[in-house]
């Protein structure tokens, strides 16, 4: 599965929402609080076996759905 | 002004020891000098409400109340407003003193009703409220100075350690447990007001070299999820407390801080808290006892019939000591509910085995009586705990019609289908345990401190 994918699946598990859509906001439009959104970057590191830097570690700076997707990006491959 | 006195006096002893927040720096020199100026703005007021939004703000204003022998009232904005206002009914106090914009300002309050019992009271902490009503925990300046006593000598922080407090001073146990320890102690103090995220604790933890940290279970099995605290081995005491905890959770946290000394302690705002604490030598073999009651506090475990129970035998367990409030603000009703004969009814059920250690079953108010069976919600929840795909459970019971007290479970994890959940039921539960009415949700709703909420209505997706 590709990046965007398992970005989804992993959001969509923490909020229990199906249908995940890049545009969509954590906090207003699935609801993540500040705990799940914590969560969100655990799971991160652990389902994408890496270690976010110091800078990417505020989960507030993460608006949408796509903003996971792209910090993702910064750290790993498209295809893994 | 004994409390303030016996503060003092402890802090006297390292005067360049500091208190800071953010950018903010105090020594215990500025803070005792800051404390007794600001107290002149307290004469004549007789109970002050601190709702500061800084924590260091808070405890500041807190100790000019115990330098003025003011009774203080802290609350915290975190539980909401609504919260905030049932307080300020509740209590009626005379001032409220604000931190907006980084500047103290003390707000009068024209029809006070405050009116002080014929004891001095230094302190009412208002209990989170589950039920609706704050009720408020009185607490003197003997309750105050004997459990912090008691603390200190078990606690093994000093003068080289330093502590991160990034909970809310509204709660006893880090205003007893944490703030004024560490002040008897002359422990370094840093101040974390905001809302609470293991990353940036770990931050904080890393930058400020912090080697003493204090939170409830749920917190801190986030924070040993995090691989990073691998490299904080100079974190060298942590202090649970605050929730029932299971060994799975207990194991994953001894686990995630190899070198640390852990201390698991049990308590309640009527008790000032802290009533019982577990060495951190036995935490391995131990990890879901509160161990050893502190010097000043007895301990007796009560039947429904009232007689003492024998070892590993449950009942209700009930503290005696110098540490046991006066009672409840404007409520000899509640109070005689709890206090009865200098004993204080802590609504939780408990035993003690056969080597005296001391362990909290659940709240009585959360035991569902099934058929004559006691079944305890959390050793529901603990077990089903274990299984990999659960991340959230709660049990309680309601009553059916024409069944009787059955359990309800809510439930959040990587489950498909409520059928799953059953399957995972039938399989780790014994038989009088499995759950008649299963919701699976997105989520369970949690109060500002993280815990969630018993009482809450919930249904399934």
Redesign the interface.
Known sequence: MNIEGKVKDIIS?????ENIENSMTLQNDL?L????M??L??EI??KFEI?LG?SD???FELTTVQSVIDLVKKYIDEEI | MRLWNYIKSKMERNLLQTVSENDTSLTFDEIIIFAEKFSENLKGIKCCAIMCQSEMATSMVLLSCFAAGVTALPISQRYGKSHCKKILKTVSPDVVITDQDGEFQIFHIKDSEYKEPKTHIALIMCTSGTTGVPKGAMLTETNIITNVEDIVEYFNIDSSDTILISRPLYHCAVLTGEFLTSLIKGTKIRFYSGEFNPIIVYMMVKDYQITAFCSTPTVLSLMARCKRYKDTDFLKHICISGECMGIETAKKIADAFPDAYIYHVYGLTEACPRVSYLPPAKFNKYPDYVGVPLHSVSLKIVSETGQPVRVNEIGTLWVKGDNVMFGYYNDAKKTSDVLQDGWLCTGDLALINDEGLLKIKGRRDDLIIKAGMNIYPQEIENTLKEDFRVSEVLARGYTDDRCGMQIELNIVGDFSSVDEVKELCRNLLPSYQIPTRINLLDKLSKNGSGKIKRRQDYVGV
């Open positions: 598990e923490l909020c229990g929402e609801s609080d500040s705990l799940l914590v969560t970057l655990i590191e652990e270690t110091e570690m505020n989960p």
